[in-house]
Structure formats: C-alpha cells, structure tokens
C-alpha cells in the first residue's frame, strides 16, 4: 500500500460548485499534514496545513480523520483560477521526510 | 527575499555526460531535500538533509549524488545521465526536518538524450 493516497481525477466542476477531495495514510503514527497546490509545470506551493481539529481558510476547509486515516480539502464557491493540481503531504515517522501524494487535478469551468 | 533558488532552469545533457544541479536558500533552514516529478508518479524524494552535515536516501537514490556544502546549499550531482533522468527536479526546504511545511525552488527541467 502506498503511504499517501490521492483520487488522481480529473474532477470537473463548474465556477461556483463545492468540491472536495480526499487522500489517505497509511502510517497511523503520522503527525503532520499538509495540502499544496501546483500550477501546471510550477512548483508545488502551500495551501494549508491540516490541524487535528479542523482549519478553515476563506474558501478552503481542511480535515483530518484519524481513525480513517485520511485528510480532506473543502473548496467552496469555486473559482477558474482554482483549476490546478492539490497535493496531499503527510510525514513519514520515523523518517525525517515528508511524502507527497500523486495529487488530485480540479478543472473549474465557466 | 529569494527563498530557495534552483540553476539552472533548463538543461540538456547527452546521455553519460555529468552535471551538478544546485540549490540555495536564505532562510536559515536546517533541512533540505531534492525531489523528481514525472507524469502520474508524483513527487520522488531523491536525497534529504535533515540537518548540516548530514544526507540520506530517499526513494529513488540511484544514480544521483549530494552535497550539503553548508547551511544554505545543497546540490544534486548525476555522474552519468540516463534518459530515465528526463524529468522535473524540485529542491525544497524547511525549518525543521517533518513537522514544518516545504518551500520550493522553481525547479529545474533536465532532457536527456
């Protein structure tokens, strides 16, 4: 089983819909959990960290289930510049590294 | 503030021949990493440095090499390219080694024919 686990998409949604996306571990020792993002052929940026009880962020909602192992990005009243690649990031314990996901691609469309 | 600054930006390499990719950042972060990024496998970790002075393997070591010449720097070295090294490289870094999220350079595109 892979370490971190992501739908790979595409999701189509149109401006204005709900999304949401979800990506599983499999270590139930990690501790850090992050969502990014990527533009096509730019590197990954942050979106948001995922705390143990929930962060929200404007449009974006972050959660993270521990006894499922899995995180989950919320994204409200899309907009077509959120079109993009979400990248789910979790620790690997024991190892001081993060591992990425293969990531989740969203088209908005007018 | 530059953050994490990767060179070069393109490059094409004929197969066997050698270069050194290198990655710098001002933020006085303890650890750094390079990763590869090819279609529909994601993000490989190559090489970390968790810390000054010391570097480990990631997933996909072979065939690469890496200096953490001091704080700020840290290069990726490919001894003999392959065209199986095609890809996207990414160098990172953060402040501390897991818990702290990674900062990314613009990444490099290498071709090798």
């Known amino acids: 089983r892979k370490e971190v686990e992501q739908d790979p998409g595409p999701f189509n949604v149109p401006e204005g819909a709900t999304v949401a996306f979800n990506c599983t571990y499999s270590?139930?020792?990690?501790?850090?959990f992050f969502w990014y993002r990527q533009d096509c052929r730019k590197e990954p940026k942050l979106l948001m960290s995922?705390?143990?009880s929930g962060n929200e962020d404007g449009r974006f909602t972050a959660q993270l289930n521990r006894a499922s192992q899995y995180i989950s990005l919320l994204i409200r009243d899309s907009k077509l510049s959120d079109s993009a690649t979400y990248l789910c990031v979790v620790n690997s314990p024991g190892f001081q590294k993060l591992v990425f996901g293969t990531g989740t691609r969203l088209l908005v469309s007018p | 503030n530059a953050g994490v600054t990767q060179t070069p930006k393109f490059q094409v390499l004929k197969t066997g021949q050698s270069m050194t990719l290198q990655c710098a950042q001002d933020?006085?972060?303890?650890?750094m990493y390079w990763y590869r990024q090819d279609p529909g496998m994601g993000l490989r970790l190559i090489y970390y440095?968790?810390?000054?002075?010391?570097?480990d393997k990631g997933e996909v070591p072979n065939g690469y090499n890496v200096s953490r010449l001091n704080k700020r720097e840290f290069s990726l070295r490919l001894e003999s390219a392959a065209p199986s090294q095609t890809s996207v490289y990414f160098c990172?870094?953060?402040?501390?080694?897991?818990?702290?999220?990674?900062?990314f350079g613009n990444g490099t595109r290498l071709t090798v024919t």
């Open positions: 933020m006085n972060h303890n650890s």
């Open positions: 270590n139930s020792a990690s501790q850090s």
């Open positions: 995922v705390y143990s």
């Open positions: 990172a870094s953060t402040p501390s080694s897991y818990n702290s999220p990674l900062h």
């Open positions: 440095s968790a810390s000054e002075g010391t570097t």
